[in-house]
């Protein structure tokens, strides 16, 4: 493997706690973490995209559904449920080989098992990872004529730590394989390509980087001294200027990532608020008007500069003006010099002012209340509780906004997103392990007002993300097999019960306080004594019968493992 390959790699593996798995598994999960998060902005389990010894030559699948990771049939139902009547879906494929080398006999072992993911009317692989997306991806047929564009996208990435200089044999069965697809008749666009050392460290270097443009402006009004708001202004800017350099990224996709703080995502083409933004874009009696029908767009970062006629961001978000974005985006082929785009950016650093600007901007149509769970007050509440343990050797980190601690140096297995948070909340707490393993949908639809509630106990977010810490470091100093790192839900359920006692009480209560105590107390203490639950926990793991993917999504299976504790 080539140095800076290898040097990225033990990057990650240290950032992730993956230390106990074998080189070739760390290889896989990292090449899944930087071509999935090149095309999905949010957090997701590696666990849930990586294949294990039991795949039939892909070593990563992933079916994406409104960018968002869907990883159980019940939750892609539930999806398609909804009232939005284009879903855009996608379904990625990977195979990660660390030789220098890229073999054509590997490629054609890829080739066959996206097939036979695709076409196979009895598919019965061995793999959990596989036979779960595709039981979504069949919900996902089943449901085309909601899909955009009347079928999904695929994307498949044979990738290597060589350099690519395209052979004839591989080209050629390159195109057989798009060919074969094409003639299969599933997919609206096939993507397939050869990755290299070097495109895959950009993929993965932008996974921990933050974005900067640039934007020619046509004209830019500051406004007045704002409480809060460093600097703010009113741009009009070429709508081409805007597309291609803030939303389109180096390869010509677009920058899903900085929609990451837009509670509205993207509502498809057909959508009547969205025709009508492309009619108006089309026509062109009325696309010179474009600035001042369309309500403009909101952009906030926290490093804004304008020098001359030239706007310059870093880090920024898009918080409200998804569609609109997204609409220009589609129709970039025709726009021209005359047509304008109005923006409002706001520069600030205060964490609060920011969730003010993404509330206020996106309140005026209706929004899913699950999508505002960020700007809860008990979400800045659970942060502030996190910070209390600076400089002690349990910090953890809340992350109250994606990405908030990218380039801050620390260590991705000590972070945790709000969606992490719940579903640690919802094994420890609410005893539905099975939830946060396969439905974390259906876990918010029951539990996110208990969860998120303002009267929450802050504690019980720390005490459950603390014990999913210590488990994952115990993993990674071998302390615990690597293979258990799969069950984390289960055990946490059973690490606190074993710790505090079955008797859990509700999340807003005093004695709340106190249980959380317990647990903490104990997992806090260095030595055999944190380590002693988490082994004993593991041990029901194994002592229970017919431990495996189906069972882990009942709750009887978890019932059952409770019963051994006395």
Known sequence: MHRITKAHLESFVKSYGLEQHGECTQFEMFVNNAVISSKFGGDFDL?????????????????????????????????????????????????????????????????????????????????DVQNNARKVFDIVIKNVPKVRNGKPVLMA??????????????????????????????????????IGRDELTALWVKTYTGVSAELPMFSNAPLPPIDGIDEAYLVIAKAKDFVNNLLVSDDGTLRLHVFEENV???????????????????????????????????????????????????????????????????????LNDLIMVSLKVVETKNEDVFSDLVRATNSQTKVEETQFLSLKPIVKRIEQYFNTYEGQEGRIYYERRDRQYVGRGVPVVRTFSLNVAAKCVASVFL???????????????????????????????????????????????????????????HILVLVGVIIAGKKIPKLNSKSMENYCQKIIDVISKPGSSALAPFLRAVKIMKSTNNINDDSLKKQTVMAEMLKKIV
């Open 431 to 489: 005893i539905r392990p099975d939830l946060a393993y396969r439905y974390p949908k259906r876990m918010y639809e029951l539990f996110s007002k208990d969860i998120f509630s303002d009267d929450t106990k802050e504690i019980v977010f720390y005490t459950s993300c603390l014990a999913l810490y210590r488990l994952h470091l115990y993993v990674a100093s071998a302390d615990i097999p690597q293979n258990m790192r799969k069950y984390k839900w």
């Open 264 to 334: 509205r995502a993207f509502l498809g083409s057909n959508n009547p608020v969205n025709i009508s933004i492309s009619e108006t874009l089309n026509r062109p009696d009325s696309s010179t008007r474009f600035p001042v029908l369309n309500n403009g767009i909101t952009v906030v970062s926290p490093d804004v500069r304008i020098q001359g006629n030239t706007l310059h961001m870093e880090d920024f978000q898009i918080v409200n003006g998804c569609q609109t974005s997204n609409v220009l985006y589609e129709n970039r082929d025709i």
């Open 47 to 127: 666990e849930n995209v990586t294949t294990g010894e039991g795949d039939d030559g892909t070593d990563g699948v992933a079916v994406l559904i409104d960018e968002e990771l869907i990883i159980s049939d019940e939750d892609a139902v539930s999806t398609f449920k909804k009232d939005r009547k284009t879903h855009d879906v996608e379904v990625i494929f990977t195979q990660a080989k660390r030789s220098e080398s890229f073999d054509l006999g590997d490629f054609l072992k890829f080739k066959e098992s996206v097939l036979r993911f695709v076409n196979s009317e009895h598919y019965n692989i061995k793999d």
């Open 157 to 194: 990435r044979f990738v290597t730590t060589g350099i690519y200089k395209k052979p004839e044999a591989l080209e050629n069965a390159k195109e057989d394989f798009i060919q074969q697809l094409v003639d299969m008749g599933y997919f609206s666009n096939i993507d397939i390509s050869f």
